[in-house]
């Protein structure tokens, strides 16, 4: 389950979503998030 939140911060599951649909949810402003509708975010590169 992968779950998007939206700007008003209305929080949706989606159940396997195609690679397609997910690109469409990040293009439309959701920001994927945890259950709880926390925003997951990336992990920054260590430096060398």
């Known amino acids: 389950m992968i779950y998007f ?21 990040l293009k439309d402003g959701y920001k994927e998030c945890d259950e709880d509708g926390k925003v997951k ?6 430096k060398k």
């Open 5 to 25: 939140t939206d700007k008003d911060g209305n929080v949706i599951g989606k159940v396997a979503p195609t690679p397609e649909q997910k690109k469409k949810y």
């Open 41 to 46: 975010k990336a992990k920054k590169a260590k």
